[in-house]
DNA sequence: GAACATTTGTACTGTTTCGCATAAAATAAC
DNA sequence: GTTATTTTATGCGAAACAGTACAAATGTTC
């Protein structure tokens, strides 16, 4: 199913290279702002082959922001590596985002869905969708740590798993705001640790 | 200095009541995506008049950031009520959020700055600048409530109102993302109330 | 009432925007 | 080699865009 070859003209161009090539573009400028000229410079694609691989604007903003979830999720996934102690786990988490968001030309991008996508998210639905899935997405995978957490004793038994995580993820939203808003690596990196402080207690 | 009669024709519409009609514009479409077709029709203003009035269209939406801003300082001091117990403040706080917040036709807007400010905030550096402000003042006017606590013994001699300060500014950066990505009313009291209990600990 | 100053409404300009039509190019099937 | 099929490249076209010129309207000052 790999290597089906189809007939007519091979495609000249690796789709999911350009596809990070256009998650550049509306990473620095959102998704109105972006156009196709920029999108079309950044990926080296006529337009008319970006409208045949991934169709319309929205269409390439959407598949952009459903790579950038699923990578977020296989970051995420890695950090909250149950083999380590909860403490440790929450701490990677918050240094695989800022290592995302704090990656920029002229300032931060913070973080692709919280940055860009809030915007869209009242006017566009299907932004709004994935914005919404994605960061319940997140909230879920985190609740699912802290509940082995209540099981192993790394977290008292009144603790209550789903609104830690989404009170963890709360420090993540706010380290993706912030780094847009221009603050500087050792503040976020100061956020991360009282974060993790305060949502693991005085967990081992 | 308030009655000055200007000579000339004087203005025939109240530049407070438009930006307020500029700003719900902004607030549901962000920056880029707002035309002044849009913000013309909401102010009923001509072109020329807004830009008579305001400036061009980024200095138009610089102008409702900064009464946003404002609007929101006089609402956070107000919670902030120092007579008030230290956990009633900032469930006052986040009450106070989630009002300004929970109000849209047809999603749930979220916060101005937080939502629309954020994407415009890596290429436009006034953008940036206002926002890295408004959080920042944000947390400095929390931090001084925090400072209070510990001298009454409201928060252990231990605690960190700094760093406090700043977490409890993330459960709202928190709940005006996840307004804006379409969680329900109950999702972000429920959220909110979490937050207080973990900011807070068990001061009385 | 005459001269002046400012705002308002209409209409315009030049640019940028998105999406597509059309034809040439490149490969597979026959 | 011929035909069928898909991708490229050029460039079009209609709409939306931000900002302004100009004249009419509406005040103040003298």
Redesign the pocket.
């Known amino acids: 199913m790999k290597d089906e070859?189809?007939?007519?003209?091979?495609?000249?161009?690796d789709a999911k290279a350009a596809l990070g090539k256009a998650r550049d573009v509306f990473w620095d400028r959102g998704f109105a702002a972006?156009?196709?000229?920029?999108l079309s410079a950044a990926t080296n694609?006529?337009?008319?082959?970006l409208?045949?691989?991934f169709g319309?604007?929205?269409d390439l903003y959407l598949d952009t922001l459903e790579g950038y979830r699923q990578d977020g999720m296989d970051v995420l996934t890695e950090a909250l590596d149950p083999s380590l102690p909860l403490r440790d786990n929450i701490a990677r988490v918050y240094a695989g985002a800022l290592a995302i968001y704090l990656h920029g030309e002229t300032a931060a991008r913070g973080c692709l869905l919280i940055g860009t996508a809030s915007v869209e998210a009242v006017q566009h639905e299907r932004v709004r969708e994935v914005l919404g899935r994605s960061l319940n997405d997140f909230d879920d995978e985190i609740e699912k740590r802290m509940r082995l957490g209540v099981e192993r004793g790394e977290l008292p038994q009144s603790a209550d798993p789903e609104m830690l995580a989404r009170l963890a993820s709360a420090v993540m939203h706010s380290l993706a705001v912030r780094a847009r808003a221009g603050d500087s690596r050792e503040t976020l990196e100061a956020i991360a640790r009282s974060g993790v402080e305060l949502i693991c207690g005085s967990a081992p």
């Open positions: 070859k189809k007939r007519g003209r091979p495609r000249a161009f972006a156009s196709l000229d920029n694609l006529n337009r008319p082959s409208y045949g691989a319309d604007k929205e």
